[in-house]
């Protein structure tokens, strides 16, 4: 999987219904399926010279191309952990860089007035979404591909896995790690809304105006 740095999209994940173990800790093994940034997989009684042995069975065959394995410390500390395990393959890698004109971080809070006067505040888990645009975008053999792609992605009924970061965290590419751009942000995700498409100035040799990239979490 070539890093540019460009946002990806995979299919969702093949190991959703996969049955997974470990030598330690296998009571907390499903934890590394769920889609859940909030969940993981910890080992129990480990130290640096064990060998943790994870084993993923699908139960019948499945076409991936790639694997991730996100939010882990397997180089070091006694306690493992791993916090996403994927099995995929790679519907495409934007080449450009559209804006990312926002990102949706909720956890769908919501509060109750009590007859105190104070408030009980309920909070779900945290949920991610994005907003890209393709603004004044070049239109070549190059770039047309990214375009390709989104519309690939809102043609699609199935939902797909977004990956903003592309695999990249390191701070010379990013000042900050906001939540949405971290390492193990790859969000399960279907297009909400219509896209808005247009030539610049409707001159139709132009670069391309499209808007409405916008992605909800989905269920896993």
């Keep these: 999987m070539a890093i540019t740095g460009g946002i990806k999209f995979f299919k969702k994940n093949q190991m ?3 049955s ?14 769920d889609l859940d940034v909030d969940t993981y997989w910890t080992s129990v009684g480990s130290s640096d010279s064990t060998t943790e042995t994870i084993t993923i069975n699908f139960g019948s065959n499945k076409t ?12 070091n500390f006694t306690v493992k952990y791993l916090g996403q395990a994927i ?8 080449v450009g860089y559209p804006q990312v004109g926002k990102i949706d971080l909720s956890r769908n809070t919501r509060s109750k007035r009590t007859l105190s006067g104070r408030y009980s505040v309920q909070k779900s888990q945290q949920t991610l979404g994005y907003s890209i645009r393709f603004r004044n975008y070049p239109s070549s053999a190059v770039y047309n591909v990214d375009i390709d792609l989104a519309i690939t992605l809102f043609e699609s009924e199935d939902p797909f896995l977004i990956y903003p970061c592309g695999g990249r965290y390191e701070s010379q590419h990013f000042s900050y790690q906001l ?5 193990r942000d790859c969000i399960l995700s279907q297009v909400k809304k219509g896209y808005r498409l247009k030539y610049v100035k409707n ?12 992605t909800l979490p989905h269920i896993s």
Excluded: C, Q, W
């Design 87 to 94: 099995g995929t393959s790679e519907l495409g890698t934007f």
């Design 64 to 75: 991936i191309d790639r694997i991730l394995l996100l939010d882990h410390n397997f180089k």
């Design 179 to 183: 939540p949405g751009f971290r390492l």
């Design 20 to 33: 997974p173990s470990a030598t330690s800790g296998d009571a907390s093994a499903k934890f590394m399926l």
């Design 203 to 214: 001159i139709y040799t132009n670069p391309l105006d499209v808007g409405g990239l916008d």
């Design 16 to 18: 959703s219904d996969a």
